[in-house]
């Protein structure tokens, strides 16, 4: 893929490196030519000064040819306002947007643009450990019998292999998050410190699981 990226912030120049190293080609955008500092010296894909919705800097950081566009600069105005000249002037096919503003981000949800609101996924995570009984499942199939919630687990799982986990709630380990990345699990993973589990639970046994997942495992550390 080709992606154009507006920001070369912290998220945008590490977007750009972890795309350079999985073989794709980067176009990216800032007002600030310190910014491409981030990028490391031996960054040698192509940069350019300037906004992210000016046609001139589009096109010498490659939107006519972009498979996906992202803007992660600092403002909501300049992002939403980017990554609509992209979808709605070039016809880019994947746009993202990171929006501050979570009533702003649901309205452009709306519009056929996904985008990251840093304040909402914070907040969300953080009542996900501290309420985690009044979520509402991140996922339910159309039957309603099957649902994804993320389970929080006792630190006395740590370094018990999930499958034991599964067997004591008879309910299957979708996938975790580890590191920030989603991985699926074999039957020798070992549950670390930091994981994000997420299950497949059956209609009115999530209490349960919960119940059991925040006690320390019967048969002890596997």
């Not at 910014?35 to 939107?63: N, Q, S």
């Not at 067997?167 to 991985?183: L, N």
């Not at 070992?190 to 495992?217: H, S, T, W, Y």
Request: with cysteine; aromatic share 6%.
């Amino acid at each position: 893929m080709h992606v154009v990226i507006m920001g070369c912030g912290r998220v945008g120049s590490s977007l750009a490196r972890s795309l350079v190293e999985r073989g794709h080609t980067i176009g990216i955008i800032d007002q600030d030519p310190k910014a491409f500092r981030r990028l490391g010296p031996d960054f040698d894909e192509t940069t350019v000064r300037g906004v992210g919705f000016d046609r001139e800097v589009l096109a010498k950081a490659g939107i006519n040819r972009a498979d996906a566009f992202v803007s992660v600069s600092s403002g909501d105005n300049s992002n939403i306002i980017a990554a609509r000249v992209a979808r709605e002037n070039y016809g880019v096919p994947n746009v993202i947007a990171r929006i501050y503003d979570p009533q702003r981000a649901s309205v452009y949800e709306r519009l056929g643009i996904p985008t990251v609101a840093t304040v909402r996924w914070t907040a969300d995570r953080l009542l996900r450990h501290l309420l985690p009984e009044e979520q509402e499942p991140l996922w339910r199939d159309p039957t309603a019998t099957l649902s994804m919630v993320e389970i929080i687990c006792a630190e006395a799982w740590y370094g018990t292999a999930l499958s034991a986990l599964e067997q004591e709630t008879g309910h299957r380990v979708a996938y975790i998050t580890r590191f920030g990345r989603a991985t699926l699990p074999t039957p020798s993973t070992v549950l670390q410190d930091g994981d994000q589990v997420f299950m497949l639970v059956a209609d009115g046994d999530e209490g349960k699981i919960r119940e059991i997942a925040g006690a320390a495992p019967r048969g002890g550390a596997a």
